[in-house]
Nanobody
Framework: QARLVESGGGLVQAGGSLRLSCVFSGRTVRNLDMGWYRQAPGKGREFVAGINFSDIITYGDSVKGRFTISKDNAENTLYLHMNSLKAEDTAIYYC???????????WGQGTQVTVSS
């Protein structure tokens, strides 16, 4: 059974960096649309970054220039490198994949990122 598992969240000071990982067990990430979303307390889910089957990358406006998404096909892993973190980046970060449809339909359990100001 294919499963997404995120890791790498934690507590960091403003201006710091973190790297999130998402391992897709049971399936290759090659040629797969994948992305990162986040949800802050009391807010809706927000698109952070995506990489499609052709490795075309998009970012949400709030993270452009600070976050970098990448994928390691050999390791079946999606990454999110986060630099210059701000308090407003505090959220639960979710990894997602388009496995069965044109929407993100497969989700990980999430990893908490907390940025202290």
């Amino acid at each position: 059974q294919a499963r997404l598992v995120e890791s790498g969240g934690g507590l960091v000071q403003a201006g710091g960096s973190l790297r999130l990982s998402c391992v897709f067990s049971g399936r290759t990430v090659r040629n797969l649309d994948m992305g990162w979303y986040r949800q802050a307390p009391g807010k809706g889910r927000e698109f952070v970054a995506g990489i499609n089957f052709s490795d075309i990358i998009t970012y949400g406006d709030s993270v452009k220039g600070r976050f970098t998404i990448s994928k390691d096909n050999a390791e079946n892993t999606l990454y999110l490198h986060m630099n210059s973190l701000k308090a407003e980046d505090t959220a639960i970060y979710y990894c997602a994949a388009k496995l069965f449809s044109n929407d993100f339909d497969t989700w990980g359990q999430g990893t908490q990122v907390t940025v202290s100001s």
